[in-house]
């Protein structure tokens, strides 16, 4: 499980790695023995969108022998998470889970804020924070984070 803490200090490592927050960019942090690993950057995208499948975000995963792992991608623009987004959620979870490889977290960075799609709600300093995931997908294709 993820405490706030981690998810705030997840989202200040990958806001860094931004690059001129022009265009969205995607990344895994592999947690291992219960510790968060340095941020992998599996895709760079467009302005509104970038593509992440199953295979690009597990396979660094399994390769740093991560026990679990968090999904994190800009959102430039400052939006919240999209339909999209939750879909791609599930999806990863279903996968993760599938090899044993659970996804903790899906978190969106939308300067100012930043929100977790395992959630489904935005995490502000003072909001109290669940730790579920959402569970249950359809299918393992190729996948859209927009």
Known sequence: MLTFEARQSIAARVRRLACDGSREVAAIVPVRGGNLGSPLVISVGEATHVDVDPTSALRPAIMSRADSWVLVHT???????????LAVTRRLVAAG???????????????PSWYDCCDARPLEPNAHITD???????????????
């Open 97 to 111: 889970n599938l090899i044993g490889v659970p996804l903790l977290g899906h978190i969106v960075v939308a300067p």
């Open 132 to 146: 579920r995931l959402i569970s249950g997908a359809e299918g393992l294709g190729h996948l859209k984070v927009t």
């Open 75 to 85: 959102h430039p623009c400052g939006r919240p998470p999209s339909n999209a987004d």
